[in-house]
């Protein structure tokens, strides 16, 4: 009966699926070299790896909006900083094309050297996330008249590292096998038979985070669209294992 060799994914959901190209890469391999089960069970083994790595551009934007009002009455301020955010997020979402949710909200009270208080202070944020630049810009231009730009940064999506973490599997793969095969000629053997595969990816990010300083809402006129430009994020597939030299 032929040796399979057995494969134990540590990598994240992204990679899961896309083991099947591990197959596909070794099967040849597999096939060629399996070890049949009578090898004596001390046969030498080798244990090696192999990455691929890739930078991508970032294909989604996050803009953070956000406004600050003072009071007297922490009640009165409260109920005016919900309806500012709640109907600049009822505009937002009128927006298909971005994704809009509430972010940090504070209300805090402002002292003297007493510690008395003075007066009071509240801030709201509300997030805008979208894949497409234009329609975020254009709507953050929108809503700057309720809630100022205060930060733009920007990412991967999950859909975009997935699909670079698969292409960049069937490298880490190849990668693999001809160390291995390189590896066996080295140390005098023909060939090898692969007892164990581990797999895993991580990635970095080259921020390309954009502060804004607060300013008062623009009543007056619609803001200009932000011009957005991301970044790259790196992606990366590595692939240990332990083969057996035969």
Not at 5 to 29: D, H, K, Q, W
Not at 88 to 103: C, D, F, H, Q, Y
Not at 162 to 170: D, I, K, M, N, Y
């Amino acid at each position: 009966m032929a040796y399979r060799p057995t494969l134990a994914p540590t990598m994240r959901r992204a990679l899961c699926g896309a083991a099947l190209a591990v197959s596909a890469a070794m099967s040849s391999i597999a096939v060629a070299q399996a070890a049949p089960d009578t090898a004596k069970p001390d046969r030498p083994t080798l244990s090696l790896s192999a990455a691929a790595t890739s930078e991508v551009a970032q294909d989604k934007v996050t803009i953070t909006l956000a406004n600050e009002i003072e009071g007297n009455d922490q009640a009165k301020l409260s109920q005016q900083l919900n309806q500012l955010l709640e109907a600049t997020l009822a505009e937002a979402k009128r927006n298909t094309a971005v994704t809009a949710r509430s972010g940090n909200y504070n209300v805090w009270a402002n002292t003297d050297r007493n510690g008395r208080i003075t007066t009071w202070r509240g801030r709201a944020e509300l997030i805008l996330e979208s894949k497409d630049f234009g329609a975020a810009s254009k709507l953050a231009g929108e809503l700057s008249r309720q809630m100022a730009v205060s930060n733009v940064s920007f990412s991967l999506s999950r859909e975009a590292r997935e699909a670079e973490e698969q292409r960049l599997l069937a490298e880490a793969a190849k990668a693999f096998t001809t160390r291995a095969t390189q590896a066996a000629k080295a140390f005098g053997f023909s060939g090898y038979a692969v007892k164990q595969l581990d797999l895993s990816g991580s990635g970095t990010v080259t921020p390309m985070p954009r502060a804004y300083a607060m300013a008062a809402p623009a009543m007056e006129a619609k803001a200009a669209d932000l011009p957005l430009e991301g970044g790259k994020s790196s992606v990366s597939v590595s692939v240990r294992g332990t083969v057996y030299l035969q």
